[in-house]
């Protein structure tokens, strides 16, 4: 069995900061990419940021220079630094990782945190 758990979100104003965590638990031998989602009321899920293995990063248009992500393979966890918030990221905010789990699988599959909510005041 595997889990994604995220913490860090909540409200905060418009400027401000926060810092979301996903920890990946369970049977894992590896995690490939890791990455951050998120969806609004009425709207599909989107496409945040993901980071590979290896820390290759890539973002969508609407958030680069304001969110970093990074990860510790060794803890199975990712991180979002969400910096210079908008209104307009209130959303869930979902983790997503590609994880083989294990040694004699070759295949990865992947798996959804339960998400957490920011919510960015104007």
């Known amino acids: 069995q595997v889990q994604l758990v995220e913490s860090g979100g909540g409200l905060v104003q418009a400027g401000g900061s926060l810092r979301l965590s996903c920890a990946a638990s369970?049977?894992?031998?590896?995690?490939?990419?890791m990455g951050w989602y998120r969806q609004s009321p009425g709207k599909q899920r989107e496409l945040v940021t993901t980071?590979?293995?290896?820390?290759?990063?890539n973002y969508a248009d609407s958030v680069k220079g304001r969110f970093t992500i990074s990860r510790d393979n060794a803890k199975n966890t990712v991180f979002l630094q969400m910096n210079s918030l908008k209104p307009e990221d209130t959303a869930v905010y979902y983790c997503?990782?590609?994880?083989?789990?294990?040694?004699?699988?070759?295949?990865?599959?992947?798996?959804w945190g339960q998400g957490t909510q920011v919510t960015v005041s104007s």
């Open positions: 997503n990782a590609e994880i083989r789990k294990r040694l004699w699988e070759s295949s990865y599959y992947n798996y």
């Open positions: 369970g049977s894992i031998f590896s995690i490939n990419v």
């Open positions: 980071i590979t293995r290896g820390g290759s990063t």
